[in-house]
């Protein structure tokens, strides 16, 4: 906790990547359909949303946007995100998502605040679910989801890039699943750092609550990559680029494909995975791709 107080001063991450946030060229989606959250919450602000998003060339760019906070993942960030997220999430006009935050940490989990016994358990409830639903909505998204990391990501802030596709952070940020230290088990995060990470260090990291370096994520898995703090954007943008100049009918079946063998026994998953490469062959984006190649041009994608 001590070291989220003494960050809170730093400088906001808009400052170190201009243009990346609202303020750049980046086309604003429809005005007002991220949620807000329940009114009333405490330290809410009604007139700032917690998330901030723009789309631009098939890559829409989710920032959270309470850095004064450190991005925690109170119910009414949750539900932002959740919204831009979902937004059209079926249009062919989207092709990649980038999660990235305002300010020196990432996300620090979920705000404590809301986990106090003034609540009660069914607002408790509330707040777990969502952040249950928001995970895997990332995972079951029909477009690969990059988590952008320049920073502390603690907790559910873990939680979050562990569910991500793809994570590419700078060689600054740190991870952790500290709960155990306040008396509250990182049971959720848990979930997908155990999915992310070999046991034995996902469970260290819960038990002891220790954070890891961002080359330690790395090595473990945690992390696709790791760049210095200059080169984020551009590394991250370099990576959404090339997804998004792809067919996207093919890389969301390959995506959803992955997904759905990697619980299963061998034979099983080849038998999944053989039918969906008979399904991409006959999608129009697979004989073009094919066709293309044996003509030796460039393909022409539907979308």
């Known amino acids: 906790m001590a070291a989220l107080a003494a960050a809170a001063g730093l400088r906001a991450f808009e400052t170190k990547v201009p243009g990346w946030l609202p303020h750049g060229p980046w ?3 429809a005005a007002g359909f991220c949620s807000r959250g329940p009114a009333g919450a405490e330290g809410a602000d009604p007139a700032r949303r917690p998330t901030s998003v723009r789309q631009r060339d098939g890559i829409r760019s989710i920032v959270l946007n ?6 925690a993942l109170s119910l009414a960030m949750l539900k932002s995100l959740q919204s831009d997220i979902l937004h059209e999430a079926e249009s ?14 990432f996300s620090s989990g979920h705000d404590l605040k809301e986990l106090t016994d003034g609540q009660g358990p069914e607002y408790h409830a509330a707040v777990f679910q969502t952040c249950s639903e928001v995970m895997m909505q990332i995972q079951s998204h029909p477009v690969p989801v990059i988590a952008m990391v320049n920073g502390l990501a603690t907790a559910a802030g873990c939680q979050l890039v562990a569910s991500c596709d793809i994570a590419v952070a700078s ?7 500290p709960g155990v230290n306040i008396g ?25 609550g220790e954070p890891i370096t961002a080359q330690e994520a790395l090595l473990h898995g945690l992390l696709s ?8 954007q551009e590394e991250t943008m370099r990576i959404a680029r090339k997804i998004a100049s792809l067919s996207r009918p093919v890389v969301s079946l390959g995506k959803a494909a992955f ?22 062959v006959a999608l129009q984006d697979g004989q073009e791709g094919i066709k293309a190649f044996i003509q030796k041009r460039k393909p022409t994608w539907s979308h």
């Open 225 to 232: 990559r790791v760049v210095p703090e200059e080169q984020l």
């Open 92 to 105: 062919k006009d989207l092709k990649v998502i980038i999660i990235s935050a305002e300010g020196p940490v």
């Open 27 to 29: 086309a604003p989606l």
């Open 171 to 177: 060689d600054k940020s740190s991870f952790a699943t």
């Open 259 to 280: 997904y759905k063998q990697l619980p299963q026994d061998l034979r099983t998953a080849y038998h999944l995975t053989s039918q969906t490469m008979v399904d991409n």
């Open 66 to 71: 309470d850095p004064k906070r450190r991005n």
């Open 184 to 208: 509250l088990f990182c049971s959720t995060p848990g979930v997908a750092l155990g999915r992310a990470v070999p046991r034995k260090v996902a469970l260290e990291m819960l038990f002891t």
